[in-house]
């Protein structure tokens, strides 16, 4: 069984920050991409950004220069730095991460969504 657990979420004013985190625990031989997307209020969701096992990172137009996306592969861990955040950064965010389990399995795994809520 493979679970991802987001934490870090929370209420910030604009111009602050929040740092996610997202840990991937069971029965995991490997993990290739991981990601953070956001689903906004009535919208649909959306890659925020990515990042390789080797550390190649891809950031939405939106967030580049604001967020960054780091992984800690020892600890099977994401995050995601969020600096001088904006009202429409408002969403519920997800973890997602490319993972090949004990079973030889291969498959893409969400979090449970954290929420961040940017007020102006």
């Known amino acids: 069984q493979v679970q991802l657990v987001e934490s870090g979420g929370g209420l910030v004013q604009a111009g602050g920050s929040l740092r996610l985190s997202c840990v991937a625990s069971?029965?995991?031989?490997?993990?290739?991409?991981m990601g953070w997307y956001r689903q906004p209020p009535g919208k649909q969701r959306e890659l925020v950004a990515t990042?390789?096992?080797?550390?190649?990172?891809n950031y939405a137009d939106s967030v580049k220069g604001r967020f960054t996306i780091s992984r800690d592969n020892a600890k099977n861990t994401v995050y995601l730095q969020m600096d001088s955040l904006k009202p429409e950064d408002t969403a519920v965010y997800y973890c997602?991460?490319?993972?090949?389990?004990?079973?030889?399995?291969?498959?893409?795994?969400w979090g449970q969504g954290t929420q961040v809520t940017v007020s102006s």
């Open positions: 069971g029965s995991i031989l490997s993990i290739n991409l």
């Open positions: 997602n991460a490319e993972i090949l389990s004990s079973t030889w399995y291969r498959g893409h795994y």
């Open positions: 990042i390789t096992s080797g550390g190649t990172t």
